[in-house]
T-cell receptor, first 111, second 113 residues
Framework: DAGITQSPRHKVTETGTPVTLRCHQT?????MYWYRQDPGHGLRLIHY???????DKGEVSDGYSVSRSKTEDFLLTLESATSSQTSVYFC??????????FGPGTRLTVL | DAKTTQPPSMDCAEGRAANLPCNHS???????VYWYRQIHSQGPQYIIH???NNETNEMASLIITEDRKSSTLILPHATLRDTAVYYC??????????????FGKGTHLIIQP
């Protein structure tokens, strides 16, 4: 399995609070991704990174920001969490941007 | 990326080969066929991919028809742990870009004891 960890694995928070999810890799892969998975929508790309300090928006980026100050870490921040952001969040990594390997996921509940 | 069509669900007996079909009739010449699976509550797991030749690895075999309009993922000796949703994805290699994967509804494969 690819060396990807996500933290926290579960989080419950309240509407309006900031939340940061962390993805950590030990594979030195260039590309990192954040997805969310919701019933009826499948996986949707939020943001991705193609190198340190290089990030770009995905399909559903509104309400989310990301940062990548080191190759191994990709952070996803919800500046002010809303109930619509209750979801399971998956991080993925890749070498060339083609085959992607996924982490175990973070289950976030916004009350 | 080309659209794929998969049956919503399939059953297979434990120990038998599981053959999962995928139709991708609009596939382009530079698009690859990828297979992922997702076991309940876990992250998607990469299985295999190919362009036009058949491929095999330690997990599965991928058979792509000569016209490339369909493919079959074969799990040679299915176990209960292979129960999962299997996704067939067709996509170009981004050549240095970074495109997200688009997962459809997939096939829910249930391995029966």
């Amino acid at each position: 399995d690819a060396g990807i960890t996500q933290s926290p694995r579960h989080k419950v928070t309240e509407t309006g609070t900031p939340v940061t999810l962390r993805c950590h890799q030990t594979e030195n892969h260039r590309y990192m991704y954040w997805y969310r998975q919701d019933p009826g929508h499948g996986l949707r790309l939020i943001h991705y990174s193609y190198g340190v300090k290089d990030t770009d928006k995905g399909e559903v980026s509104d309400g989310y920001s990301v940062s990548r100050s080191k190759t191994e870490d990709f952070l996803l921040t919800l500046e002010s969490a809303t109930s619509s952001q209750t979801s399971v969040y998956f991080c993925a990594i890749g070498t060339s941007g083609d085959t992607q390997y996924f982490g175990p996921g973070t289950r976030l509940t916004v009350l | 990326d080309a659209k794929t069509t998969q049956p919503p669900s399939m059953d297979c007996a434990e120990g038998r080969a599981a053959n999962l079909p995928c139709n991708h009739s609009t596939i382009s010449g530079n698009e690859y066929v990828y297979w992922y699976r997702q076991i309940h509550s876990q992250g998607p797991q990469y299985i295999i991919h190919g362009l036009k030749n058949n491929e095999t690895n330690e997990m599965a075999s991928l058979i792509i028809t000569e016209d490339r309009k369909s493919s079959t993922l074969i799990l040679p000796h299915a176990t209960l742990r292979d129960t999962a949703v299997y996704y067939c994805i067709v996509r170009r290699h981004s050549g240095g870009g970074a495109d997200g994967l688009t997962f459809g509804k997939g096939t829910h494969l249930i391995i029966q004891p």
